[in-house]
């Protein structure tokens, strides 16, 4: 059975959604540590490229 260009990539099993999206705060947290780490290591290597970067992106739920 085919499915409709609507409904490609929504199947997901009962209750991954809820799981997927339901991070703990240490999660988030090590996520920006680790994010703000790479992003220094990058520039340190390219400076010349921090003002392409957009550093206000944030791993953090908005």
């Known amino acids: 059975m085919r499915s409709s260009p609507s409904s490609r990539g929504t199947?997901?099993?009962a209750g991954s959604a809820d799981r997927w999206h339901k991070r703990s705060a240490d999660y988030d947290e090590f996520k920006q540590r680790l994010q703000d780490r790479l992003l220094a290591q990058f520039l340190a290597k390219?400076?010349?490229l921090r003002d392409?970067?957009?550093s206000?992106?944030?791993c953090r739920r908005r």
């Open 46 to 48: 390219m400076p010349a």
């Open 11 to 13: 199947a997901s099993p």
């Open 56 to 58: 206000r992106s944030s």
């Open 52 to 54: 392409a970067v957009d």
